[in-house]
């Protein structure tokens, strides 16, 4: 069996007794009975069973205490918004469809759950993103491209996996408001190509079926080769009989799954296909295809993540961090409206740091969404700790003086959101961190990702504090609350080493943005030099004097791409912030940071601070014995242990090597081989 994550029933908040009279009854004004709707009355049910062993009745009449849910007519609510409001002993939830009824019966259980929901409540939620995703990496052989939670819970031996815990999927990320999600790797290859051909297509439509009843549409990747194995024996998109190909293929696959939401692609990339082998460019290739897809209303996702990974390191000249807008900024305005463009945060590739990506704020008439990982690639496996929304908040936050309209939202946040220009459409996916182990993400915390990411990509403007509080409180329920020997609230002390863990992986990682100092292939662990000489443009070009990749205008003119001040900033050493100076610039390990530091001190500090806060951290967790649910407890403590012995090499491997390349001593006189 598999846990239940944040939506553990059996578990019982504080003031389990206070709530009970909403779950008598349950009246329904407005809604077709449809399969959403009984699906939102099914999870009240789930909960009322769990937390109190009884069951709505459903009534014809608001009751004197239960939950209503009404039509509401209201617009400003749009497709996906709610009300929720307490009049005498009833909990209203407003909407204008049963897809929101979904959203708002979590958040209605969760206020529930958090003893937040008072007679006072009166709440209204819209969500800030349109497209609110997670994309698998899943292979149809049951392994999971850069998962850390186990095997593919969708498919196993080539073949689809359709059992309880789809639906369990399917109500867990409903929860925290996911709207879409593509369950195949964007590596589509061998059996995953059949997914939309008479071999799998029956299977991939009950799927899609399961959870549309949770308001989500599901998309596939697709293989952008696919036409090469068939009559036009061509995958240009320029030409008309390959276009015509896609145009039936499209009929054929709408005709079997008409609830798909459309493909997301990955083309030109990492050895994958793409319309560049036919001289063509990126929008006649994502263009043909959502030509094919518009009568169908489907969409098409295409990424942004194109770069050369044949580099030869001699190559001092050619920069990947340049490889996105490089490709992709003088195509804004040529994508079809049914298009969107998804980029990752960053210039390069997930790194515990980066800075953002100048495609936001670089592409003004295109539709965006920001991708993230939440599968911890460069960021501990889920064996460390690593809780990523703090990362993300400063992501979105980014300012990118996209235009000077005061008026309209430039962020990245205001752009994926469609606020920053009328009529554009866009969001926010996360590389997803679930696989079929017994807690669905390997680290039990890790879990505090996958609930962040729903929760953020709903509302922009939670603090990931706030998250992270939330999801302990529902996730440890009842034994949040209970103290540990030195009087901390079990709840407090979860979320301090949540809130600690990003900044102390940085820290004994990677310092001052530099990144790729991991193990190639795998990506756990250190291995300064790994990527130095190899193919992947991944390089931090260290030698006696210092260390960095010069990005500004005397180097690789990267820093060049960006906007007004942030283009002022990135090029010129003394404004770049601290964090990010390796990524921008070839520095001395004897330059002085903002910090006042230098930076082979910083280096120092960093690594030895890190490694003993993760000691901390191991030592902290074990306060929790006996307080909390035994098996968290031991999932935990076994990563803990493991995290310290890779915090242990990062901190001695990376001080050694610089110490050793410099040899200039630590200040501070501590050990270093
Ligand atoms: C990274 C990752 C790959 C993945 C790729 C992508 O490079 O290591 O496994 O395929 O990103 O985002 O497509």
């Known amino acids: 069996m598999w846990t239940q994550c944040w939506i ?45 062993g009884c069951t709505p009745e459903v009534e014809l009449e608001v009751p004197e205490s239960g939950i209503a849910f009404i039509r509401s007519e209201d617009e400003s609510l749009g497709k996906e918004g709610y009300r929720i409001h307490v009049k005498d002993n009833v ?40 497209i609110r995703m997670l994309d698998h990496w899943d292979n149809m052989d049951g392994s999971i491209e850069r998962g850390y939670s186990g095997n593919s ?40 190509t059949d997914l939309v051909n008479d071999r799998f297509i029956a299977k991939v439509s009950r799927l899609t079926e399961i959870f549309a009843c ?41 005709r079997a799954v008409p609830g798909l939401g459309g493909f997301l692609v990955k083309a030109d990339s990492e050895g994958r296909p793409g319309p560049f082998t036919y001289g063509r460019n990126q ?72 800075p953002v990506s100048p495609l936001f704020g670089g592409l003004r008439k295109t539709n965006q969404i920001l991708e993230v990982q939440i599968a911890q690639e460069y960021t501990g496996h889920q064996i460390d700790l690593c809780y990523l929304i703090p990362w993300f908040k400063q992501i979105l936050a980014f300012e990118t003086y996209m235009n000077n309209d005061p008026e309209s939202d430039t962020t990245v946040a205001g752009i994926i959101g469609g606020r920053a220009r009328k009529g554009s459409t866009g969001g926010m996916v996360a590389v997803t961190n679930t696989g079929n182990d017994e807690n669905w993400t390997g680290n039990d915390l890790a879990a505090a990702n996958l609930y962040g990411f729903g929760r953020l990509a709903w509302d922009t403007s939670l603090a990931a504090e706030d998250i992270a509080r939330e999801w302990t409180s529902l996730t440890y329920a009842g034994d949040a609350e209970k103290q540990t020997a030195d009087g901390e609230r079990a709840g407090d002390l979860i979320l301090r080493l949540l809130m600690g863990s990003w900044p102390t992986y940085e820290k004994y990682t990677a310092p001052l943005g530099i ?32 260390l960095g990749v010069e990005r500004g205008p005397e180097g690789t003119g990267f820093a060049l791409q960006y906007n007004g001040p942030n283009k002022e900033m990135f090029s010129d050493i003394e404004k770049t912030p601290d964090e990010l100076i390796l990524f921008f610039h070839k520095t001395k390990y004897t ?38 649910d035994e098996r968290s407890f031991a999932n935990v403590s076994e990563r803990f242990e493991r995290q310290a012995a890779n915090a242990r090499e990062w901190c001695d491997i990376v001080n050694s090597y610089f110490h050793r390349r410099c040899g200039i001593d630590d200040e501070k006189g501590r050990t270093i081989y």
């Not at 969708?154 to 867990?172: G, K, P, Q, S, W």
């Not at 599901?218 to 952008?224: E, I, K």
């Open 283 to 354: 929008a006649d290739g994502a263009n043909m295809l959502a030509e094919a897809i518009k009568p169908h209303g489907g969409i098409i996702i295409w990424r942004c993540f194109v770069y050369n990974c044949q580099q030869d390191w001699r190559d001092l000249k050619t920069d990947r961090a340049r490889a996105g807008y490089d490709y992709f900024s003088s195509l804004d305005g040529e994508f079809a409206d049914n298009v969107i463009l998804q980029i990752k945060n960053g210039p390069m590739d997930f790194q515990p740091r980066e």
């Open 153 to 192: 819970f969708f498919f196993e031996d080539n073949d689809l996996v359709i059992n309880e815990r789809t639906t369990d999927y399917a109500r867990l990320i409903a929860s925290v408001g996911i709207n879409a999600v593509a369950i195949n790797n964007v590596n589509v290859k061998d059996a995953a």
């Open 8 to 52: 553990d029933y059996s578990n019982l908040p504080k003031n389990s007794q206070a709530y009970a009279g909403y779950f008598s009854a349950l009246y329904v004004d407005g809604f077709k009975k449809d399969e959403v709707i009984s699906t939102a009355y099914g999870e009240l049910k789930k909960a009322a069973e769990g937390l109190y």
């Open 515 to 546: 990144g790729w100092m991991v193990k190639v292939h795998d990506h756990y662990g250190p291995s300064v030099e790994g990527y130095e000489y190899d193919r992947w443009g991944t390089y931090i070009r260290a030698d006696w004097e210092g």
């Open 591 to 628: 330059h002085v940071l903002h910090s006042g530091k230098t930076v082979i001190q910083h280096i120092y500090d960093t690594h030895f601070e890190g490694y003993d806060e993760v000691l901390k951290m191991q030592k902290d967790w074990q306060k929790l014995k006996g307080l909390i």
């Open 214 to 254: 949770y308001g989500i549409k599901m998309f596939l990747s697709l293989n952008y080769a696919m036409p090469i194995e068939y009559e036009p024996a061509s995958a240009d998109p320029l030409d008309p009989a390959v276009r015509e190909w896609w145009k039936h293929k499209m009929d054929e696959i709408y």
């Open 91 to 130: 909990a209203f939830i407003e909407a204008a469809t049963s897809a929101a009824v979904i959203y708002a019966t979590f958040r209605l259980l969760a206020l529930i759950r958090t003893s937040a929901l008072t007679p006072d409540t009166d709440i209204t939620e819209v969500p800030d993103n349109p």
